[in-house]
């Protein structure tokens, strides 16, 4: 089992930036790659970025790319995601994942967390 739990979640201004934070435990997490995923009222929930295990690969969700960086800390079993350069549309509760195949896709992901609400205003 890994257990995972995000922070750094709240209020944002647009063109402003947040730090997520995700503290891992339990199993090996760093045999694990790592995800982002976010869900809006009344959307599908989306991938936003995904980090392999020694952090040498990472991808993003297209809505995101160029402002939103992944990043992990395998001695600390922490994955982070800095969002720069928000705006409303990125309003959303975020979710970390753990899983053992790379990919965007939800279903490949074995663990998540419980989310962190993130809101932008204009």
Do not use: H
């Not at 009344?42 to 939103?68: L, P």
């Not at 899983?99 to 998540?112: A, F, I, N, Q, V």
Request: net charge positive.
């Amino acid at each position: 089992q890994v257990q995972l739990v995000e922070s750094g979640g709240g209020l944002a201004q647009a063109g402003g930036s947040l730090r997520l934070s995700c503290a891992a435990s339990g199993r090996t997490v760093n045999a694990y790659y790592m995800g982002w995923f976010r869900q809006a009222p009344g959307k599908e929930r989306e991938f936003v970025a995904i980090i392999s295990f020694s952090g040498g690969s990472t991808d993003y969700g297209d809505s995101v790319k160029g402002r939103f960086t992944i990043s992990r800390d395998n001695a600390k079993n922490t994955v982070y995601l800095q969002m720069n350069s928000l705006s409303p549309e990125d309003t959303a509760v975020y979710y970390c994942a753990a899983g053992k195949r790379y990919g965007s896709g939800k279903d490949l992901y074995d663990y998540w967390g419980q989310g962190t609400q993130v809101t932008v205003s204009s």
